[in-house]
C-alpha cells in the first residue's frame, strides 16, 4: 500500500525567505511523485512530477523538489518566496495504478 | 485548450434530495477520476473511468454514490438522498492515459452543502 506523510499542517514564511515544505512516503518500489498546490476555493494545480531520471526535478513558478530514496522523501524547496505563493501544497504519490494517494496538506502563510 | 471543466461550481441540497456533478475532461483525456475533499483534509479517491467503464471505484461509498463516463458528454457523479455528511468539495480529474497517464489534470471543483 502506498501512503504519503505531510508532517507540517502549517508553515509561516516571510516574503522574500526560502521554503522547503516536507513529503515523506511509503511505497515498496520507486513511486510517481507530485506535488500541487491549491489556492482558496480553487482546484489543484500541478506543480511538478518525478517519475524517473535526474531526482532533482523543476517545476514551475521556481519551485523544485528532490527525490530522495534513501529518506523516503521529496521535499519541495523554492528560494524566495513571494506573497502569492500563500496556498495549500499537496504531495501524492502514486505506484503505478493510476490512483495516487494524497497528503494531508500544508497551509503556506506569508508573511510580508 | 480549455482545462477540466466542472460545472455546477456551487450546489446547495436539502436533505434527501439528489445532487449531480458534472464533469468534462480536456480535450483528448479519456480517463476521470473523481475526489472528494473535506475542510483540512486532502484529496480522497472515489472512483476511476474511462469511457463508458468504471476501472476501479474502491474509494465510493456503496450506497447512494453512482458514476458514469458515456461515450458521449460529461462524466457525472450522482448522490441520491443526500445527508448533511456529504458535503465537501468533489474534484474531477481527468489524464490522457498512455505515456502520461500517471499525470492528472484537476477542474475548479464542486463545493456540495447539504442543508
Known amino acids: 500500500a502506498q501512503s504519503v506523510t505531510q508532517p507540517d499542517i502549517h508553515i509561516t514564511v516571510s516574503e522574500g525567505a526560502s521554503l522547503e515544505l516536507r513529503c515523506n512516503y511509503s511505497?515498496?518500489?520507486?513511486?510517481?511523485l507530485f506535488w500541487y498546490v491549491q489556492s482558496p476555493g480553487q482546484g489543484l494545480q500541478l506543480l511538478l512530477k518525478?517519475?524517473?531520471?535526474?531526482?532533482l526535478v523543476q517545476g514551475i513558478k521556481g519551485f523544485e523538489a528532490e527525490f530522495k530514496r534513501s529518506q523516503s522523501s521529496f521535499n519541495l524547496r523554492k528560494p524566495s518566496v513571494h506573497w502569492s505563493d500563500a496556498a495549500e501544497y499537496f504531495c501524492?504519490?502514486?505506484?503505478?495504478?493510476?490512483?495516487?494517494?494524497f497528503g494531508r496538506g500544508t497551509s503556506l502563510i506569508v508573511h510580508p | 485548450n480549455a482545462g477540466v471543466m466542472q460545472n455546477p461550481r456551487h450546489l446547495v441540497r436539502r436533505r434527501g434530495q439528489e445532487a449531480r456533478l458534472r464533469c468534462s475532461p480536456m480535450?483528448?483525456?479519456?480517463?476521470v477520476y473523481w475526489y472528494r475533499q473535506l475542510p483540512e483534509e486532502g484529496l480522497k479517491f472515489m472512483v476511476y473511468?474511462?469511457?463508458?467503464?468504471?476501472?476501479?471505484e474502491s474509494g465510493m461509498p456503496k450506497e447512494r454514490f453512482s458514476a458514469e463516463f458515456p461515450k458521449e458528454g460529461p462524466s457525472i457523479l450522482r448522490i441520491q438522498q443526500v445527508v448533511r455528511g456529504d458535503s465537501a468539495a468533489y474534484f474531477c480529474?481527468?489524464?490522457?492515459?498512455?505515456?502520461?497517464?500517471?499525470?492528472?489534470?484537476f477542474g475548479p471543483g464542486t463545493r456540495l452543502l447539504v442543508l
Open positions: 480535450k483528448g483525456h479519456s480517463h
Open positions: 480529474a481527468s489524464s490522457p492515459g498512455g505515456e502520461d497517464g500517471e499525470t492528472q489534470y
Open positions: 518525478y517519475f524517473s531520471g535526474d531526482t
Open positions: 511505497y515498496g518500489a520507486t513511486p510517481y
Open positions: 501524492a504519490v502514486e505506484g503505478g495504478s493510476y490512483i495516487p494517494t
Open positions: 473511468l474511462q469511457k463508458e467503464n468504471i476501472i476501479d
